[in-house]
């Protein structure tokens, strides 16, 4: 994938536009001062918002397309003469109108950046579980830009994403599914995609008939909605994040609350799996404190779902722990998580073929 960088003035400043990119996109913020120390080749490409800049501003870009090989896009008021003159002359061709709707500048940047969504390989899998994992990826892709875009979510989509991901896992195996998603270049897709897949199986391991499957799966696609309103630079970040960053990251089920209030057309159980996902059972979670018949048996199984995920998966900055690993620092949670569930997926993930990283005992 290509690198995006967002120049700019101030990086308290940034527009609520570009904000909503870097949601989208992996962007790197970087001051417009300093856009001539960093190396840019044919990968990067270099957005920059030409509104208020002064001429000292503007001398950096120049070096941009002079000394290097990125590709420019900039965004101005293509009424506004100056500003479009400006951007020529400085070698912005790529041009794209402020006023213009969030969804056009989406378009053009994914053509130039190429579809986040897509895996990066396909691997020796199935033809119809490569296509299951791609549906998802663009489910979840629309997802995330309806949502900043204030338009329809697409639940009838995700809905039969959650389906192709059941009927996979019941004809090719968990295995088989948690491998291929974890092709994925992004954490938070590789992330979602698991908790469905751990979700449906945990689902269908308790005896819960194929419609209960289907839900839980719907509900983990969308459980970390509210991440769109952080940048995808926290998200994926390749290290380990700071206290401020944690905090806002914290902050997830909360703006996935503010997003699906006014979107009627989510199910009231799913909205629920979005913002309790993180409530304990001894009412030290979050965001509300929830505690013991406060927190429905649905939020339960994805809460344990989503911790295991969590722990099994591999990162940049650490290694995957072992599914015995894993299992050992959720028992020594105490009284947070449901003990019988717990001891449910434990077994079905222990005993049976559930989990692609599963390892012998260490």
Same mark, same amino acid.
């Given at each position: 994938m290509k690198q995006?960088?967002?120049?700019?003035?101030?990086?308290?400043?940034?527009?609520?536009? =570009?904000?909503?990119?870097?949601?989208?996109?992996?962007?790197? $913020?970087?001051?417009?001062?300093?856009?001539?120390?960093?190396? =840019?080749?044919?990968?990067?490409?270099?957005?920059v918002e030409f509104q208020n800049l002064t001429t000292r501003q503007l001398s950096p870009l120049k070096a941009v397309n002079e000394k290097t090989e990125a590709t420019t896009l900039g965004i101005v008021e293509l009424n506004n003469r100056k500003q479009v003159l #400006?951007?020529?002359?400085?070698?912005?061709f790529n041009l794209v109108d402020k006023r213009g709707s969030l969804t056009l500048l989406l378009i053009k940047l994914r053509e130039m950046l190429g579809d986040y969504s897509k895996l990066q390989e396909s691997g020796d899998f199935s033809e119809k579980l490569v296509k299951t994992v791609q549906s998802a990826?663009?489910?979840?892709?629309?997802?995330?830009?309806?949502?900043?875009?204030?338009?329809?979510?697409?639940?009838t989509k995700l809905a039969q994403s959650a389906k192709d991901i059941t009927e996979s896992i019941e004809t090719e195996g968990l295995d088989s599914w948690l491998a291929a998603v #974890?092709?994925?270049?992004?954490?938070?897709?590789?992330?979602? /995609?698991?908790v469905a897949g751990h979700a449906i199986a945990f689902s269908k391991a308790l005896?819960?008939?194929?419609?209960? #499957?289907?839900?839980?799966?719907?509900?983990? $696609?969308?459980?970390?909605?509210?991440?769109?309103?952080?940048?995808?630079?926290i998200l994926d970040k390749r290290g380990p994040l700071t206290e401020q960053e944690r905090a806002l990251i914290d902050k997830h089920p909360v703006f996935s609350r503010e997003i699906l209030k006014s979107h009627s057309e989510v199910p009231s159980e799913v909205v629920e799996l979005a913002v309790s996902h993180h409530e304990f059972l001894d009412g030290t979670g979050y965001p509300?404190? $929830?505690?013991?018949?406060?927190?429905? #048996?649905?939020?339960?199984?994805?809460?344990?779902?989503?911790?295991?995920?969590? $722990?099994?998966?591999?990162?940049?900055?650490?290694?995957?722990?072992?599914?015995?690993?894993?299992?050992?620092? /959720?028992?020594? /949670?105490?009284?947070?998580l449901d003990a019988d569930l717990l001891r449910s997926f434990r077994d079905a993930t222990l005993e049976t073929d559930l989990g692609h990283l599963r390892r012998a005992a260490v």
């Open positions: 995006l960088y967002i120049a700019v003035m101030d990086f308290g400043k940034v527009s609520k536009q =570009l904000m909503k990119v870097a949601a989208v996109f992996p962007a790197r $913020l970087v001051p417009i001062a300093k856009l001539g120390s960093i190396e =840019l080749d044919s990968n990067a490409v270099v957005v #400006q951007a020529r002359e400085l070698g912005f990826c663009t489910s979840f892709n629309q997802l995330s830009i309806s949502a900043l875009t204030d338009e329809p979510l697409p639940v #974890q092709n994925h270049h992004s954490h938070t897709y590789c992330h979602s /995609m698991m005896g819960k008939p194929k419609d209960h #499957q289907i839900f839980i799966g719907l509900g983990a $696609l969308v459980h970390d909605l509210g991440k769109i309103r952080i940048p995808l630079s509300d404190k $929830l505690s013991g018949d406060q927190i429905s #048996q649905a939020v339960r199984m994805m809460t344990i779902a989503d911790i295991y995920s969590a $722990l099994t998966e591999k990162r940049a900055y650490k290694d995957s722990y072992s599914p015995r690993q894993a299992f050992g620092i /959720m028992s020594e /949670m105490g009284g947070k």
